[in-house]
């Protein structure tokens, strides 16, 4: 933990003035929490069969040192061992967690935060192919993600789970932990009771208000009679599921009401979204498609309606916003959850006037690929994964202690900027060669995309620390050998990017454009022009080119052979582009190749071998489909034998925005 930053009290005292309720204490149940920043629930996926991993404690302990006032940890921990510990999540029943545990609990607490887990049966959600086994649910009905019937709960297995919840909290209780958050957000099996259109039960768990808030209330009630006076009790609630046929705002409003009636819930924490289907699943960690601070005003609501604290999630994503939340929209809590994912020092940050590292809100590194079976990682801040990429509190200091080396980074996008930024702190003389006149790159292009406004805050966040830590940037200057072996370098990173692929449709008589290029500047079309993006890549690439073309007047279709366009936009917000893109009336087409033989132009179906004819496009606009720019990079490992010439990102191969950050920052480091 040598990358910790401890303000003086001077300098805490410009946060605390600018944010004076955002960094005021609060008590709940007795125990000071040293200001409003809540770090909420998330799984990691970095554990195994549900054991708690060295790097997993460490993550959490990082947040407290980081200024948090409140972590919160382990999404959807499980209580019982017959529910499955998905999303590689963390079995709370086990003991072989004991000492993970209490380390997490006293590392927190040795930086002045409090901790409370997540604790959860999820009931139908999720699936059992990993696990073998069967999933217990309120009724038979199946979710609409995974779609696995489960097995029925009985009354009598009820009251083992509630039996079960209680040991858990016990559990913690005695390992020092402040408190815990039961769930019902997600829907997870408390909120599968509330449901009537799930809880079909006829027994004294289903039909009225009164019977489906009776598990969550029995739940509550054995936590606290496991635990003591002193311990806090949360509970995670959506305050709007995003079905289309769902339960309304007011009947979860009413759920809350009756569930924290007996006065066991010490702490409401609010949100929105179910994981119940694809659509309301977006919602649930909202990328850049949600509003930010999308949810106070329903967190408030639930407040005002209970009378209970509250912590409000949904996209704050700066101190003002969350200011404001505290201030102006009743709530008591702002999770900054994936603020401090993008940099954990945040709080600390803010109260010094330090620069957070800005969330991007992209989704792709940290939700996106928890949802797609990896552990979680971020775009843009690699040392959540790898805390050796973390920063040094001590700018300056190279790693053996010794004089700083000339470092040339060729290329100002991320990979190079980041590149830079790393071997600059390390205490090295960088120079940064770039050809455009601004830095950025790609992701410049990529920030186009409406909605992403924040990619250029993370781009000026860069270009700030460069700026700072000296980097000697020379924008519109297109490196040669020449150029560079003439600033005598100990050590060259190539970060040249990529360059669009030739492909068959480039030797065609038809008009061929890269959809970078029609990001940028969408040509405008001769009459009522038709355009086909062919899509190869399944990302956000054809889907922003599309728009761009409809705005100019296009009739626009994308084709992909992939099963359906966007297939690789991950599972946060692949509804969303895919949405979008149907009422701008875009027509989409998967599993289909754009074909030109004898007969003229067609569609070929990639399941049936059929074809269709179609009218010849205007323009043809290739997506995705890059190559590395590394013509340099031969050049350069002849012209300067003795010196290492690390090539990263899309000069090394064309991958995501995650590749790039963490290439550029390992090859500074
Ligand atoms: C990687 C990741 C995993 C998450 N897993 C859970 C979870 O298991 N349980 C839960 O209640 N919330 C989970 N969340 C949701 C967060 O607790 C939070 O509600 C969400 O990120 C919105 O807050 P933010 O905008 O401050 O990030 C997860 C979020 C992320 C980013
Ligand atoms: S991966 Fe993206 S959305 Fe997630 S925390 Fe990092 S920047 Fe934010």
Redesign the pocket.
């Known amino acids: 933990m040598s990358d910790i930053v401890s303000p003086s009290s001077t300098e805490a005292a410009v946060g605390q003035s600018r944010w004076p309720l955002l960094f005021s204490p609060a008590e709940v149940r007795g125990r000071r929490i040293p200001n409003r920043i809540v770090s ?6 970095w554990g195994a069969g549900g054991v708690v991993s060295r790097a997993e404690v460490d993550y959490h302990v990082r947040k407290a040192a980081g200024g948090v006032g409140l972590v ?1 940890t ?3 921990a499980s209580v019982d061992p017959d529910s499955a510990a998905s ?1 590689g ?1 963390v079995s709370l029943w086990d003991p072989q967690n004991d000492a993970a545990l209490r380390a997490l609990a006293d590392g927190v607490h040795a930086h002045g935060a409090v901790c409370m887990s ?1 604790m ?1 049966h999820m009931g139908r959600r999720g699936s059992s192919l990993l696990s073998g086994v069967p999933l217990r649910g309120v009724s038979d009905l199946p979710e609409g993600v995974h779609r696995e019937v489960p097995v029925v709960l009985s009354a009598e297995e009820l009251a083992t789970l509630v039996e079960r919840f209680a040991e858990s909290a016990s559990r913690l209780h005695r390992l020092g932990w402040d408190g815990v958050e039961v ?1 019902s ?2 829907g997870h099996l408390i909120e599968q009771f509330f449901d009537p259109a799930i809880n079909t039960r006829d027994d004294e768990y289903g039909g009225s208000l009164e019977n489906r808030v009776r598990f969550a209330r029995e739940v509550l009630a054995a936590v606290r009679a496991a635990t003591s006076e002193d311990f806090i009790i949360g509970f ?1 609630v959506t305050a709007d599921q995003q079905l289309r046929d769902g339960m309304t705002q007011q009947d979860l409003r009413d759920v809350v009401a009756a569930l924290t009636a007996d006065g066991v819930v010490d702490l409401l ?1 609010v ?1 929105a979204g179910t994981g119940a289907t694809e659509r309301s699943t977006s919602f ?3 990328g850049d498609e949600v509003p930010e601070n999308a949810y106070t005003e329903l967190a408030a609501g639930m407040r005002k309606v209970t009378g209970i604290p509250v912590i409000t ?5 700066d101190a003002e916003t969350a200011e404001h939340a505290l201030r102006d929209q009743g709530v008591d809590f ?8 993008a940099d954990p020092d945040l709080p600390r940050k803010l109260l010094t006037g330090g620069r957070p590292r800005p ?1 991007i ?1 992209l ?1 792709e590194g ?2 996106g ?2 949802y797609s079976g990896m552990p ?1 990682e971020c775009s843009i801040n690699p040392a959540i994964r790898n805390p050796e990429l973390g920063d040094s509190a001590e700018v300056g200091t190279t790693a053996d202690g010794g004089v700083g080396e000339h470092v040339v980074v060729v290329g100002g996008g991320v990979a190079g900027a980041e590149a830079a930024r790393r071997a600059a702190r390390r205490g090295h003389r960088v120079t940064l060669l770039e050809e455009q006149p601004r830095l950025g790159g790609r992701a410049r292009t990529a920030g186009l995309r409406r909605g992403r406004q924040r990619w250029g805050l993370y781009l000026d966040w860069l270009e700030a620390e460069l700026r700072d830590l000296g980097v000697d940037i020379r924008l519109g200057v297109p490196a040669t050998a020449d150029i560079v072996t003439a600033l005598a370098p100990d050590s060259v990173v190539l970060a040249t990017g990529s360059r669009p692929r030739r492909t068959s449709w480039h030797d065609n008589d038809v008009a061929v454009a890269d959809a970078d290029e029609v990001i940028v500047a969408p040509p405008v079309p001769h009459g009522a022009g038709a355009v086909t993006i062919v899509d190869p890549e399944g990302g956000f690439t054809a889907p922003t080119a599309a728009e761009a073309l409809v705005g100019a007047g296009w009739t626009v279709r994308i084709i992909s052979d992939l099963p359906y366009v966007a297939a690789k936009v991950d599972p946060t917000q692949v509804w969303f582009v895919r949405r979008r893109l149907k009422k701008a009336g875009v027509e989409l087409q998967g599993e289909v190749e754009l074909i030109r033989d004898p007969e003229g132009w067609g569609l070929l179906d990639l399941e049936s071998d059929d074809r269709r004819a179609i009218a010849a496009p205007d323009l043809i606009v290739v997506a995705g489909a890059r190559t590395a720019r590394d013509d340099l990079y031969r050049t350069l490992v002849e012209a300067l034998p003795r010196t290492p010439v690390h090539r990263v990102g899309d000069a090394l191969a064309p991958r995501t925005l995650r590749d790039a950050v963490a290439e550029g920052a390992a090859a500074g480091s």
């Open positions: 909420t629930p998330h799984a990691t996926g919160m382990f999404g959807s999303y999540s997540q959860t769930t957000f997600g995670r924490s949100s649930f960690v909202p999630a949904g996209r704050i994503l702002v999770a900054m959850t994936r603020a401090l994912i969330c809100s989704n940290c939700i690929r928890l979680m």
